[in-house]
Structure formats: structure tokens, C-alpha cells
């Protein structure tokens, strides 16, 4: 074989490899390179309801022009359209089609973070829950009403409140409501540990009965600080057998948040919330109990009060007194300056 006959195989190999380069570049740009034309991380949301056609046009926005035809490509040439995985998903910048079109065909979900609000109804909890999850608030509050999917958890629909921590939890957002219940009841079992079920037992009271008393005391004052001081006074009610007599009970038993200002007539509502006219702690919480006012309830503050009034310069603390006396003459001033202040 002489030299001239190499040059000349040389010759023709050299355009041959010029078409493979190219095409395993136009390959790796096509398949490869990020999918994404925007700057930052951008998420897909697919749900139970989607096809092939429809994940392809929630990626349209996000894709650029040669990574939705690389995406086609590979949704044609696999069998994707048969096995879609609902969840959230993370499109990174710089991810190649590639690794984006693995990561939804084998549901490599990103979390969404949920933070558990200190909701006054179902109805509110299920409107936070249902923008965040992909069940709707609508199956959320049919579920948190249901009587025999609260006893499968141990709680009846008055009750349930008691079983959410609020706390910020990340889950995935395809999760059924029936697993993320079972993982809010985790959290609530190790928010509740022996120390606090240990407090909670030494004041006579079950871990329900303590939420529902933080719910009420978190409705009377924003402050903190007191919160261990009402704590004790409604304690102090319970023992002796008095009625609590708490304003935000019989809020919640209208259905009124909005009250600034509890008449006598509003004191005769006939509803187990009313504890001007039932005795003891009403049948669940009036709202998700925060964590300061569980622990203020644990960690109540001794004393011989029985009586509390908000005091007249709406600092938003109280007045407390032993005797219904000298609760008599602070609930004066504090009407008093109702009036003056105009609040109905």
C-alpha cells in the first residue's frame, strides 16, 4: 500500500469526521445543554388530570426552542405517556434535557414547604393546605369533617385541631391527604413528649384538653408573657368548678371573629362553645393552639385569681383579681373606656 493511496483514504475520512463531529455536537446541544431559558429555578406542577400533551405544554414556558424539541423526542421515543409521575418538580438552569426528562419519568420530586397556620375553622386550614398540596381544599375540609377518617387518627372532627403542631413541614406536594394526616400525627407524637405529657397529667388534663385551653388563652391575649398568668386563673376555674366565662368561645360559637366587643345578649347562644353557659373546656379547640400557648398551659403560673378583664389602656394584657368585687370595678373601667373609644 504506498503513501499516495493513504493520503488519499485520509483525504476522504477527514469530511466523514467532520459530519460526526458535528452531529454528536448538534446531539449534545440539543440533548445536553439547559433546558431552561430562564435564570432561575422554575417549577412544573403535574397532577392526576395530565397527559403527555399537557406536561409538555406546562414545559413550553420554561423551555427553550431546541430543549422542547429534544423533549418531544424523548416523550415520543419512550413509553412516558403511559407511566406519568404527578409531583413537583425543579427545572434548574443548566439542567440538559436529559436530566430533566429522568427526573420526571422517575418522579425525583423537589418538596414544598407548609407552614401549619393557627387556623380558626377547617374551612381556612383546608384553604392554606389546598395551595400547597395537590388536594384541593375541598376533599381537604370533607376529610378533617369526617367522623370515621378523624377516628382512624384517634380524634373526632371537634377534636382534630389538637393533632396539628403548627410548625413549618416539608412534603411532597403529590402527598394524599390520608399520609400527610399520618404525618402530621409523627410530628404531633414527638412534639408530645414524655416531659410534656408528663405536665400535661400533672395538671389533670389530656393532651386535647391542653390544646383547647391554649386555643382559648391564644384568642384573649397576643402577649406572651401572660399567657402563663391566664393559664393559671382559667385553672383556677376548672378546680373550683366555675364556668371559664371566655369571651373567644362564644366568638367562635357565633361564628364572629370580628366581635371587639361581647354584649349580654350574645352570652345566651346555646352551643357547647359557650362557656358562659356550659361548664368545663368546650368539646375541642376554637383553633389550632400555638406551641406558647400549649407551654403556657403546661407551665402555668400559680396563683389564687379567678378573674380577669382586659385593662382600660388596650395594651392588650389584663387586670386579674380574686374576687368577683374587685373584678367588678376593673370591668367598669374597661367599659368605660369602650364608650369612650366609640367600639360597639
Not at 475520512?13 to 459530519?19: E, H, K, N, T, Y
Not at 395551595?131 to 382534630?160: E, H, N, Q, W
Not at 396539628?164 to 404525618?183: D, G
Request: net charge positive; aromatic share 10%.
Amino acid at each position: 500500500m504506498n503513501k499516495r493511496y493513504l493520503n488519499e483514504k485520509k483525504l476522504y475520512l477527514i469530511p466523514a469526521c467532520i459530519c460526526l463531529a458535528g452531529l454528536v455536537g448538534l446531539f449534545y446541544y440539543y440533548f445536553f445543554t439547559g433546558f431552561s431559558h430562564h435564570t432561575e429555578v422554575e417549577y412544573v406542577y403535574i397532577d392526576n388530570n395530565d397527559n403527555v400533551d399537557s406536561v409538555y405544554n406546562k414545559l413550553t414556558p420554561i423551555g427553550s426552542r431546541h430543549g422542547m424539541t429534544a423533549l418531544s423526542t424523548l416523550m415520543r421515543h419512550s413509553d412516558y405517556a403511559e407511566h406519568i409521575r404527578t409531583g413537583r418538580f425543579a427545572i434548574n438552569p443548566g439542567d440538559g434535557v436529559v436530566t430533566m426528562f429522568r427526573r420526571l419519568k422517575n418522579g425525583q420530586q423537589t418538596p414544598v414547604r407548609i407552614t401549619i397556620p393557627e387556623s380558626r375553622t377547617v374551612d381556612r386550614l383546608a384553604a392554606v393546605l389546598g395551595k400547597r398540596l395537590m388536594a384541593d381544599s375541598a376533599s381537604i375540609v370533607d376529610a378533617l369533617t369526617d367522623s370515621a377518617f378523624c377516628a382512624t387518627l384517634g380524634y373526632t372532627p371537634l377534636t382534630i385541631p389538637a393533632l396539628f403542631v403548627p410548625n413549618t413541614y416539608e412534603v411532597y406536594w403529590n402527598t394524599s391527604i390520608e399520609k400527610f394526616m399520618q404525618r402530621m400525627q409523627k410530628e404531633h407524637d414527638a412534639f408530645w413528649n414524655y416531659e410534656r405529657l408528663h405536665k400535661a397529667e400533672a395538671i389533670g388534663l389530656s393532651s386535647v384538653e391542653v390544646c383547647t385551653l391554649a386555643s382559648i388563652i391564644d384568642e384573649e391575649t397576643a402577649n406572651t408573657k401572660e399567657k402563663p398568668m391566664i393559664a393559671g386563673m382559667y385553672l383556677n376555674r376548672l378546680k373550683a368548678g366555675m364556668p371559664l366565662q371566655a369571651d373567644p368561645t362564644v366568638k367562635f360559637a357565633l361564628g364572629d371573629f370580628a366581635i371587639k366587643r361581647v354584649r349580654h345578649g350574645m352570652l345566651t347562644i346555646d352551643s357547647p362553645y359557650n362557656t358562659y353557659r356550659y361548664e368545663g373546656l368546650p368539646p375541642g379547640p376554637i383553633k389550632i393552639a400555638s406551641i406558647k400557648g400549649i407551654d403556657a398551659v403546661l407551665n402555668r403560673i400559680g396563683h389564687n385569681y379567678l378573674y380577669m378583664c382586659a385593662k382600660e389602656d388596650f395594651s392588650g394584657t389584663h387586670n386579674f383579681a380574686a374576687t368577683y368585687k374587685e373584678h367588678l370595678q376593673n370591668a367598669a373601667r374597661y367599659a368605660r373606656a369602650l364608650n369612650e373609644r366609640g367600639i360597639e
